[in-house]
């Protein structure tokens, strides 16, 4: 067993797995914010709207993780691999979770950024992808997978 306490298989606690999902988290925001504001200010339909904060979802999250491992003196090449091992499925629950609560809130895709309807229902979905993604996160860590690659780097 190594000596740093993230790189062990096995039982992985609510608290590291809550805060790998917020890392997650904010990569996610970050890109669906950016998504939602050029979406809106382009005049971008629904579906092109969700298409493109899914993409900036994921490059904000694969960035964030890309810089923290290289701070830690992984080359780009290396970083890349283990942030795309990290997060890919993190980001993707996340993504599916608040994105569809989004485009089932009546209206909310529609009520305009300055809202209060879509400021709740982003914030909501972003809580909601949060909490359904922290068991996923914790699974793939006590597996040595997820956000444990990440970890095994500090």
Do not use: K
Request: proline share 3%; hydrophobic share 55%; aromatic share 4%.
């Amino acid at each position: 067993m190594s000596a740093h306490p993230h790189a062990h298989h096995g039982p992985t606690s609510w608290r590291e797995a809550s805060a790998a999902t917020l890392h997650c988290l904010t990569g996610c925001a970050i890109g669906e914010v950016a998504g939602m504001v050029i979406g809106t200010a382009l005049g971008l339909g629904t579906d092109a709207v969700v298409l493109l904060s899914v993409v900036l979802a994921f490059a904000a999250g694969y960035a964030l993780t890309v810089g923290s491992v290289r701070r830690a003196g992984l080359a780009l090449g290396a970083a890349l691999g283990v942030a795309f091992a990290a997060d890919t499925v993190s980001i993707l629950v996340m993504e599916v979770i608040d994105n569809s609560a989004m485009v089932l809130v009546p209206g909310a895709m529609d009520a305009g950024l300055g809202t209060v309807l879509f400021r709740a229902s982003l914030a909501g979905s972003l809580a909601l992808a949060f909490v359904v993604t922290v068991p996923v996160n914790r699974w793939l860590m006590s597996r040595g997978r997820g956000h444990a690659v990440v970890h095994a780097m500090h």
